[in-house]
């Protein structure tokens, strides 16, 4: 079993950053594949980025490459997000799979409550 806590969100301006922590829990935690989710009102919730137990392979949705970086410890998971955009607004949230990075929501086993970012313009 693993537990996923997120926190770092907030109201903020577009062009700013945030840092999104996700702290990482469970007996076996630390072999777990990693992801960033986010779903803004009204829409369904899509992949953000993603990261592999060892962190050497990255994977970034389209619409944040060069903005947002993930990273990872034993126990956290990051996001850095640079730039940030009104269209960034959302909820966003960690998950957690022992296999491969996927970018499909119904591939993970292990959800975070979410945290709420939101983005004036």
């Known amino acids: 079993q693993v537990q996923l806590v997120e926190s770092g969100g907030g109201l903020v301006q577009a062009g700013d950053s945030l840092r999104l922590s996700c702290v990482v829990s469970?007996?076996?935690?630390?072999?777990?594949?990693m992801a960033w989710f986010r779903q803004a009102p009204g829409k369904e919730r899509e992949f953000v980025a993603g990261?592999?137990?060892?962190?050497?392979s990255i994977r970034y949705a389209d619409s944040v490459k060069g903005r947002f970086t993930i990273s990872r410890s034993n126990t956290e998971l990051y996001l850095q997000m640079n730039g940030l955009k009104p269209d960034d607004t959302a909820v966003y949230y960690c998950?957690?799979?022992?296999?491969?990075?996927?970018?499909?929501?119904?591939?993970?086993?292990?959800w975070g409550q979410g945290t709420q970012v939101t983005v004036s313009s």
């Open positions: 990261i592999n137990v060892l962190g050497g």
């Open positions: 998950a957690a799979r022992q296999l491969s990075i996927d970018v499909r929501t119904r591939e993970y086993t292990f």
């Open positions: 469970g007996r076996t935690a630390s072999t777990y594949n």
